[in-house]
Nanobody
Framework: QVQLVESGGGLVQAGGSLRLACAASGSIFSINEMGWYRQAPGKQRESVADITRGGSTNYSVSVLGRFTISRDNAKNTVYLQMNSLKPEDTAVYYC??????????????WGQGTQVTVSS
């Protein structure tokens, strides 16, 4: 059984920083792409950042220059360093991981979500 556990969310003031982590555990053969999504109340879920197995990254324009996604393949963990946080960053952040089994089949897994609240 594969499980994704998110951590690092919380309440911070505008301009502050938080570091989110998403650790995958269980029966893991290989992890391909990993990423972060967020959803604010009344809004659709949006992609924040993602990173490939080889380290290529992609960011939403709204977070570019402020957020940094990284991964530790040895720990099966993806991180999101969030700096210069703004009230509009307030949302539930979800980790998404694409995993591959020994037969080459890819499966998508989601974390439980962690709340990030930025006060002004």
């Amino acid at each position: 059984q594969v499980q994704l556990v998110e951590s690092g969310g919380g309440l911070v003031q505008a301009g502050g920083s938080l570091r989110l982590a998403c650790a995958a555990s269980g029966s893991i053969f290989s992890i391909n792409e990993m990423g972060w999504y967020r959803q604010a109340p009344g809004k659709q879920r949006e992609s924040v950042a993602d990173i490939t197995r080889g380290g290529s990254t992609n960011y939403s324009v709204s977070v570019l220059g402020r957020f940094t996604i990284s991964r530790d393949n040895a720990k099966n963990t993806v991180y999101l360093q969030m700096n210069s946080l703004k009230p509009e960053d307030t949302a539930v952040y979800y980790c998404k991981v694409d995993m591959r089994n020994p037969f080459g089949h890819v499966y998508e897994y989601w974390g439980q979500g962690t709340q990030v609240t930025v006060s002004s």
